[in-house]
């Protein structure tokens, strides 16, 4: 195990209200696996993804509970200093939006290179020979010539793997993958998900990957989180998960999948919206839109439940 | 290796300078507002070489009209009792004529572009410095550290700069440095806030968070990723700021609180105010050279505000 979360808990202190973006979430990621988060817009998954380098708006955000353990260090409340020499480092994040994840007055190699000298004693030529490397390794045909280029004069794809060098430029541990495939067409979508593939299997790379498709998930995952209004509601290993889900919401998403197989039929949806973080409903705030939901879970909060190794649920339908 | 291009057809590596250049060449008086700055630039380091002492005096040549003009002078003979008046016509000696101290207007011209440019481009350079960073700052870190420089903003803002200069004239007497010196100063604070506001957005976006989840520290995400995206919003506030500061030199210069050792152009347009009715040159020509190098600076300062814009048609 190289990262654990235990009941992390961020909240945003705004003055409409408290906002429990993340409200207790148990996960952890093993050496060389990669663990998805799973969930509607606004569940909190991004919210997590940023919580373990500390990279959200504070304030108003806050980790309010809850531990990060990585090494002998707790990420949610070691000083700021050593957290900058993990960010990158060890542990390096990918966001979804690459256009605006890349500065657009820099060229590409300064990116990459000003990345390199943070953390790595090489000079300039050194680094810029790394950082040539890292983009022919990501499938650039010229990396020499995209050096030179500003991030507008590349493609969506491209600027999307050119994130990704940035991020592998320092030689992380881990990699945490923000929705990396949900700003791409499907062709790059295909060849993004090789590269994390590739990573798996060359560097044996340990990563976490948000997404809220669970085809993504069945694709590249090991394990899975499903996350539902700041609470991981199921943990399971992903062919368990798929084949064998237990919350109504993890069945629900599943549903959603269109499936070619059965053609004509409307394609199912889960019934009403992501709740307002603002005011989430009491008990399991997932009740209101539950098709099987029962008295208790308007007024009582469902406890983790194991239903084998390793699957874990938060539902009062198994306990 | 054969070098393919990716994406169709994508400039090199000067293109962007090229792009831009490009868009300020088809704004024809963006463009001759940068002849004439360029001009002037050159006749401020170049012509107080060539040209005579700006300041020498010589009485027998006060008031000689600038060339192709005619001027009456009257002399009165105490002897005779008499009023006799002569026509004098400009020379070549004097292109622009002399003033009532026999000085060279050309020559007090040249050095009062040199004087005004300074004034302009070192008081910008102070207040545009100090306007960036406490914009790019306070943006940044927000909370309470936001609210403390704005206010501080603010309160710079009313307070009359004009009265603080006639304080310090008063007190340290008139001297160019002092004068340079509190415009810059108090000059800051517009630079300050339009600079924030456009950090505040760009505060937000993805590459700045990506920047820290790489292990930039505060000061690198400051100057590496804010700053340069605002240097068009610093080109063109200097730029726009230049032609005030050289105005408000030469406003102190006319009501009397500038360095009267210096000629600059304020100052000769000052000392023109009291011989308007025999030498009218003496405050035209520096009026004219001022309206110019504003109106230079103004026209250039719109030409980049337009080519930086990308939402403009050009």
Redesign the interface.
Known sequence: MIVDVKGLKTHFFTHRGTVKAVDGVDFELRQGECLCLVGESGCGKTVTA?SV?R?F?S?PGKIVGGQIRYNDLDLARCPIKQL??????DI??V???AQ????????IGDQIT??IK??LPLNNEQSRDRAKTLLSDMGI??PE??M???PH???GG?KQRV?IA??L?CDPKILIADEPTTAVDVTIKAQILDIFRELKTKRQMSTIFITHDLAVVSEIGDRAVVMYGGKDVETAPVSELIGNPKHPYTEGLIDCLPDMSKSGDRLASIPGTTPNPLELPEGCSFHPRCSKAMGICSHVEPSKTKISDGHFVCCHLYT | ?V??K??GC????T??FNYYWQRIRRNKLALAGLAFIVFLIALAVIGPFVTSDPMAVNFDEKEIPPISFTSQQSTYNIQTDQLTTKDIHGTWEHPLGTDSKGSDMLAMLIAGARISLLVGLIATGIAIILGTIIGVVSAYL??WADNILMRFTDIMMTFPFFLLLVLIVFIFGPSLAFIVLVIGLTGWTGTARMIRSESLSLR????V?????????DN?VVF??LI??V?SLIIIMATLSIPGVILAEAALSFIGLGDPTVPSWGVILESGRHTLATSWWVAVEPGIMLFLTVLAFNFLGDGLRDAFDPRSNL
Do not use: C, W
């Open positions: 940023l380098l990279l708006d304030p900058r020499q993990i960010r990158g480092k390096a994040i966001f979804q939006e605006s994840a890349l500065n657009p007055v820099l060229t000003e990345q943070v953390h045909p010229t010539t995209v030179h280029y500003y004069q590349l493609s491209m994130l940035m991020s430029s | 290796m070098e393919t990716i994406g994508l400039p090199n590596r293109g962007l927000g909370g937000t976006r993805e590459f968070v990506a920047a820290k989840a790489l292990g930039a520290t690198r590496r990723h340069p995206n240097a």
